[in-house]
């Protein structure tokens, strides 16, 4: 008689403990990698001044490029891997791992090319001004080519995490972060490379995050077995991965296009104004950023989470999932509301750290924290529901969970509120779209919570067992 196989602590631990597990190395991964830009813009304001900041803010959306292709690769495939491993198919979560890596191969390489070759006009379009472009080109060209290597590394990282090793998923991009952050200073002040420095750390970062992971996946994965013939796209694997992967894409899809929108309004709006339209996009940049680093925690924790979520599901173990998701939701919010009290009480104190010596930054950027975050405690509420429904193979409630805030809300409130408000319009679409986006995916949320409850009381039921 062979020795019983150990259970999975995935479907055994305190959920609690569990929760801890994964998101703690998912918090730091995304904190780190938040900090990370917020550095790139440290260093710039101190060392080029306003015009890099902005400059920054405008080649951002290359940097959704990467989130968006890797979370639609990496979630999806990792969402739909975990529930087959914990229904016991190996072989067919070792074919959705390989189709996933080929088409990051393939995607990677088609969006370094692509925006390489079509760089000046992109960045014209994303709102560069006559006197942003000569600090956003240089910097952007290399943003360019490190696309490749940052889907590549960003989208294996998920299933690092997914075959039980959390903390090898962190070490894979804070290597890189931690890399960018050491050598930025030295590019900029040692070697005097200016915004050519800052992105030659960035893509370097890039490269050795991609290593790393290449090292895991090839050498260290256990869950299943890789060989190459599982590293091509399959058609049918393939549909799975985009339906499970396309509410997180979307979302910063639409979020890439809502900045596009944002950045383009702010140099429109704000040449109408005192400001002027360098200085709205520089404060509105380095503003985003910061609320990027406060948040990286509830990111963190709503993406650490997904095999507890997808492992628990395969098993039938309805109850230990709904636990999971209102136990997340729960440290979400208290997360976020800190994050707002923060920003709100101390926006001057903040804007400190980028080193300008222009007053009229320190103004509008407080004035853009009290407006446009005026919601920024209800924050938590979309990224931790849109995951877990991810998570749960809900892949269309998932999608419109997605498209909601940025889609049907904030870009159209974009397009419309600066007509007849001017630039306090572009700051008030933020906090409108917040409030009501939360108001929604809190009762779904909950909605799916009552559907476990009702699951879980019906297989107790059927087996004649207390749920």
Known sequence: MQPQAPANPLGTAPIKSLIWKYAIPGIITQLVSALHNIVDQVFVGWGIGDNGIAATNIVFPLTSVIIALSTLLGIGAAARFSILLGKGEQEGAAKVIGTSIGWMVLLGAAASIITSVFMEPMLYLFGATELIMPYAAPYAR????GLFFGILSSGLSY??????????ASYVLVAGAVFNMVFDPLFLFVFDMGMTGIALATLLGQLLSTILALYYMFKRFHSVTLSPRHLRPRMAETGTIFSLGIAVFTTHVLAMIAQIIQMNGLKTYGALTVYGSEVTIAAAGA???????????VIGIALGCQPIYGFNLGRKQYGRVRETYLTVLRYGTIISVAAFLLVQIFPRQILRMFGSDNELFYSFGAHYIHIFFACLFLNALQPITSNFCTAMGKANRAFWLAVLRQGILLIPLLLLLPRFLGIDGVLLSGAISDGLTAIVVLWVGLREA????????????ATGEAP
Do not use: H, M, W, Y
């Open 142 to 145: 290399l943003i360019c080519i």
């Open 159 to 168: 299933f690092i995490r997914a075959d039980g090793s959390p903390q090898f």
């Open 287 to 297: 503003v985003g950023k910061i609320t990027i680093v406060l948040l990286s925690s």
């Open 450 to 461: 009552k559907n476990l409850s009702k699951l879980e009381a019906a297989q107790a039921q």
